[in-house]
């Protein structure tokens, strides 16, 4: 979703530098991942039936922080 100050959560990581993003939002996600950073995406009961490229599906946060070590150091 946006963020107060018009600025949205892409364009913040842009910003920042920030190259992964975690979001239970599958519709989210898959934007994100168009957009090109790497997304994980924690498996959820409403958010099935979505993938992209850049999008790992997690089934835990160990799962998550794994990744993302693994993706800092690609």
Same mark, same amino acid.
């Given at each position: 979703?946006? &963020?107060?100050?018009? +600025?949205? +959560?892409?364009?913040?990581?842009?910003?920042?530098?920030?190259? &992964?993003?975690?979001?239970?939002?599958?519709?989210?996600?898959?934007?994100?991942?168009?957009?090109?950073? +790497?997304?994980?995406?924690?498996?959820?009961?409403?958010?099935?039936?979505? @993938?992209?490229?850049?999008?790992?599906?997690?089934? @835990?946060?160990?799962? &998550?922080?794994?990744?993302?070590?693994?993706?800092?150091?690609?």
């Amino acid at each position: 979703s946006d &963020i107060p100050g018009g +600025k949205t +959560k892409e364009e913040i990581c842009s910003d920042l530098g920030i190259g &992964i993003i975690v979001d239970d939002r599958g519709d989210y996600g898959v934007r994100y991942a168009r957009e090109g950073l +790497k997304v994980l995406l924690p498996d959820r009961p409403w958010n099935q039936g979505y @993938s992209h490229e850049n999008m790992a599906r997690c089934f @835990s946060w160990e799962e &998550i922080v794994d990744n993302i070590e693994r993706m800092e150091n690609e």
